[in-house]
């Protein structure tokens, strides 16, 4: 029997719409299944383009399989099922349609072989994703979806007008193949990308959007959105260099901001531009092994952000924030969330026995020349820095003994569940990862726990977490306030768009200041002119001026007479 | 003048020094036991990563300081707050 050559995602774009209609009960085993019948079909077909058609003279591949999306799919899809595990609990029709509406543009998104299905997959995931924060029932979320719309809007336009640059020399360039970011179609398919990854200056609005997001739409924007923009690097752009540059600038940015931020789903949000910096970084790198360590990160980040954004909902749904200076003392009343909240963290930052550890450990082996040392400083002070933001600070909190402690209030059993399985993923791909080494495009015959490469980073982890302390206790680490930092949203949403406005009406006020003096100046010289003209029309009247006016005049024509030849 | 009293100890610090000590304990054991090969380069010495990882440390905790002085809001007042 022939494998059915259908592209994945288009089973959880019609299974989107289908839950519009279907009752609660339903909706979590109808994302559940659409997610296990996407496996299915990802699995049981060969490698290669299938279902492609020609359509005005370009190749439309709507299904083409190789290890590459393979892996990035698998992981999306088990993604999704923890996901609908997680949301079994609540009711909201609209939210259940959108995330699987988002996983659908994004899982189409990477099995199509051409530009042009590309463009339209991305366009379709980022406008749920817009949707997703328009439906969510969080205050403030509808504003962060206008904004995240006009990213969105201008992502899909640089990549519309790179394509049609691309497209311009060739009908065969339609199909996927490695771009040059120095031809004018590749830089702006580039630029496009820059946005979706949230490199610097437009890394904003993955923080803006997982921050007013729900417990359950921040994990689809995180597992859904910039890992998208990975794959597509990867697919597009391997080995160019600018990639480092800007990986490492989206790492080093990340992780001051996580470390400075007070609000546990925005560090998180800065923690996964700073983690797909590595990513970026390791595409730009170029070797075999850099490239499969990277999509192995990706792989392992996926179930650690679910865990760790599941923990940061669960906490939101009890207390109403996740603001770290409100949850002193959390552990007495949500023991089980809070560990499951540092073993996300741990995922995260790539403890050994986690999935992101043997993945990590690969990248590291990938970048230990002395060439590439910088590369090297990069992931060590990630991994360094991941340890004390996302555990012995967060740890240093929750676990504090307080004589206020919150009520105890467990976080419910389908998200419990949801978080338990998320970790569980994490824990079996970290101490089984030749799971995850077989699904890489490059074989890999690596072990990441031995003693030369466990030891290293048992030291880095050790000293991360004493020198931390040691600050804390010395007073120098910033304390835990409720704080907001400026970013690049400044100049839209912060004082300096306030200031701008106050600028605008300053100058529409000084404007209507200068056209009433203007009008006044006006009516007076008016005025003045009319007594003028008055006084012309009267050049006999019995008065003095009158009298030298004509005089005036008389002179003036006797002037001109005299002098004309 | 009153001089501020330090931070109250118990809750997790005890506990989180003790095993990062630990784990360092550990991690540099076998890092100076089993590297007997020449290093090829500094990063490659053992105890290296330690050294990394704390200025690492060190540095991202002081630039999160100087980010928090210049660029910080309180979330209840004047500034950009939530929306």
Redesign the interface.
Known sequence: MGAISLNPGFVLIAAAFLMLAAPKSVRAPLMAGAAALSMWLLLDNEFGAASAVAQMGLSVVLLNLDALNRVFGIGFLIALVLLAIYTSGRRNRLEDAAITLLAGGAVSALFVGDLVSFVAALALAGLSATWLLFVAPV??AA?AGARLLIWHGLEGLLFLVGVAFHISAGAENSVFKQLDIASLGGGFIFAALMIRVGAPFAHVWLKDAI??ASGAGAVALAVFSSTLGVYALARLFPAEPALIFVGAAMTVLG???A??E?DLRRSAAYVLTAQMGVCVALIGDGSPLARAASQAHVFSLTFAFSLLLMAHGAIIERHGAS?LSGLRGLARGMPVTSLLLLCGGLSVAGMPGFASYVSYAVALAAV?D?EQ?LL??LL??N???L??ILI?RP??V????TDSAPPHQAAIFPMMLGMSLSAFFCIAVGFNPHWLYQLMPTELAFSPYT??R????????????????A???V????TEK??????M??FY???VS?AGRWAGIVLLRLYGAWQVAFDRVAVAAGALLARAARACDLPYKDSLAGAVLLVATAGILLIICLSWR | MTK?N???A????PM??L?????????????FG??HSRA??I??EP????????A??????????L??LA??????GG?????
């Open positions: 205050a403030g504003g921050g007013h992780l001051i901001y470390a400075a007070d603001a230990g002395w040392r090297w400083t060590i002070v991994s360094a820095a340890i004390v012995i740890a240093s929750v676990y504090v003994a003693f030369d466990l030891a290293p980073a048992l030291e880095a982890i050790g000293a991360a977490a004493l020198t931390y302390l600050l804390r206790l007073r120098f680490a910033p409720a704080q907001a930092l400026l970013d949203d400044v949403r912060g004082p306030g | 501020p330090p931070p109250r118990g809750g997790a610090a989180l020094t095993l990062s000590a630990v784990i360092l304990a550990l991690g540099l054991g076998f890092d089993l590297n090829s380069w990063g490659a105890g290296a990563r330690a050294l990394i990882a704390s690492a440390v060190i540095v991202v905790v002081a630039a999160a300081r980010l928090r660029l910080g809001r309180s979330e209840h500034g950009h707050g939530r929306d």
